[in-house]
């Protein structure tokens, strides 16, 4: 996120926009750290699908630069693939042990 941009001609209290800056910056840091989780949690696949709503809904207003959905379907891709594999080799490994 960039500073706001504020009227062009000289500040009248310097000060004033010293404040602003550094709460915007502060603003930054949060926004940064909630999308962070907000994606994070789009990995997690235990938690309800309406949870994962309203976090795709979250990430779009927070104007993330990588696309939400995207993330979330890829996500559910890896883990569909991982518990295929899983099952398989589950599967694979009994039928084994019955051969011999």
Known sequence: MSTPNANKSSPANPQLVEVLNRAWEQVTIV???????????????????EIQEKNLGYLIDLDS????????????????????????????????????
């Open 31 to 49: 926004i940064t750290g909630l999308r962070s989780r907000l994606f994070r949690e789009l990995d997690d696949m235990s938690l309800d699908f």
């Open 65 to 100: 630069q990588d696309d939400p959905f995207i993330y979330y379907m890829d996500a559910i891709s890896q883990h569909i693939k991982k518990t295929f594999w899983s099952a398989m080799l589950d599967c694979g490994l009994k039928t084994i042990g019955r051969w011999y």
